[in-house]
């Protein structure tokens, strides 16, 4: 699951962890039975590391923790959501690539 950097979300957590977060936060909506979420797992953990101190990184069990996932209308995982004020600033659906989510990180970061 999540690795040292990359903090285990949940119902009871996410509004303390998240929305009310003063760091931006990327928050991976997962499930275990799912592939696709496997792959990205790793990029996950290197964005973490790589903007530690910058920028929190979340994975939520969408199984385990419905009440969120509801919220925010994820229908499809993985699904990952940059938080910043406790707003989505962006919404990324399937398999992203790291430049991808590094591109939108380096703007809200400087």
């Known amino acids: 699951m999540a690795s040292s950097t990359v903090l285990e979300l949940t119902d009871a957590n996410f509004e303390q962890e998240v929305v009310k977060s003063d760091q ?3 928050v991976d909506f997962w499930a275990e039975w799912c592939m696709p979420c496997r ?5 996950i953990d290197e964005l973490a590391q790589q903007y530690e101190g910058k920028v929190k990184v979340g994975k939520l069990d969408t199984d385990a923790n419905r009440e969120v996932a509801v919220k925010h209308d994820i229908s499809a995982i993985p699904t990952i959501l940059l938080f910043q004020g406790g707003q989505v600033v962006r919404k ?19």
Do not use: N, Q, Y
Not at 39 to 43: E, G, H, R
Not at 92 to 110: N, Q, R, S
């Open 39 to 43: 792959m990205l797992a790793p990029t």
């Open 92 to 110: 990324f659906v399937g398999v992203t690539t790291k430049a991808e989510f590094e591109a939108e990180l380096d703007k809200i970061t400087g």
């Open 24 to 26: 931006p936060v990327l």
